[in-house]
């Protein structure tokens, strides 16, 4: 299983990006995907998640300005940044838990190769 992220780029504040993520190989179903970000010198942290049935949580940080979303027959997330900040600045990486090859597989977490956002001031 791959997670190809892409979208991310440079960008003035107050300004937007869409950051797409897709899952390919041996895919039987996919539970929850997310996105997970990391600044230069800090953790990697939360920024939203979405379950398969569509229910979303955020990071209260992006709350009203990201918005989270997915398109289960691509397997593919999306993440919709607006109004961003000199704070969105970082590596974002995308998640996702594969059930591969078949319903009796466990699922396994897998990560992207993470895309840069750079929001300038």
């Known amino acids: 299983v791959q997670l190809q992220a892409s979208g991310g780029g440079l960008v003035q504040a107050g300004g937007s990006l869409r950051l797409s993520c897709a899952a390919s190989?041996?895919?039987?179903?996919?539970?929850?995907m997310g996105w997970y970000r990391q600044a230069p010198g800090k953790q990697r942290e939360l920024v939203a998640t979405?379950?398969?049935?569509?229910?979303?949580n955020y990071a209260d940080s992006v709350k009203g300005r990201f918005t989270i979303s997915r398109d289960n027959a691509k397997n593919t997330v999306y993440l919709q940044m607006n109004s961003l900040k000199s704070g969105d600045t970082g590596v974002y990486y995308c998640?996702?838990?594969?059930?591969?090859?078949?319903?009796?597989?466990?699922?396994?977490?897998?990560w992207g190769q993470g895309t840069q956002v750079t929001v300038s001031s």
């Open positions: 998640t996702a838990e594969v059930r591969p090859y078949g319903p009796l597989y466990r699922p396994m977490s897998y």
């Open positions: 190989g041996s895919i039987f179903s996919i539970n929850d």
């Open positions: 979405i379950t398969s049935g569509g229910r979303t």
